[in-house]
């Protein structure tokens, strides 16, 4: 397994991978791939954005993309947008090997903290295998228009 920084050229292959992570549960969301083309070209559009891949015998079987928020006192946060592993590989650690990947990058860039929102009971208790804490620091809050 290679772990390295996404490419511009990966897009399209972590398109289709997003679309199929998240067509199963606990999702079941219908993403079409040109959705999810938008969602990792927007996201890494940013000259904040990070995004990380791990590819096997030339197939990326997961991603994790997301930004950099820059804060007073030298304290910043890297937000997951996206974090997937393709159904056929979940449940082999293949997430909390990119996770801990992701830590060491995000580390040595001075970042102090790694913020995510997630749904689904699956989900969150990955996360919470991997050492992120529930807080209530704050709402989600959104505004419908």
């Known amino acids: 397994m290679k772990f390295r920084n996404i490419h511009a050229e990966d897009y399209n292959n972590c398109a289709k ?15 079409t791939e040109q959705e999810a ?8 559009s940013g000259f904040n954005s990070r995004g990380y891949v791990i590819e096997n015998e030339g197939e990326i079987i997961a991603m994790c993309i ?3 928020d820059y804060y007073f006192s030298n304290f910043n946060q890297f937000c997951i947008d ?11 650690g293949i997430g909390k090997k990119l996770m801990n990947f992701v830590k060491g990058e995000i580390k040595r860039e001075n970042v102090n ?21 529930i807080t ?7 505004l419908e228009l």
Do not use: C
């Open 82 to 92: 996206e974090f997937n592993v393709i159904p056929n590989q979940q449940g082999l």
């Open 136 to 142: 209530n620091d704050g709402f989600m809050m959104e």
């Open 17 to 31: 991978n997003l679309v199929l992570a998240y067509a199963g549960p606990p999702w079941h969301n219908k993403w």
């Open 113 to 133: 903290k790694i913020f995510l929102i997630t749904g689904g009971e699956s989900a969150s208790k990955f996360y919470s295998n991997n050492k992120f804490e």
């Open 66 to 68: 997301g930004r950099i």
């Open 37 to 44: 083309l938008l969602r990792i070209e927007a996201t890494m």
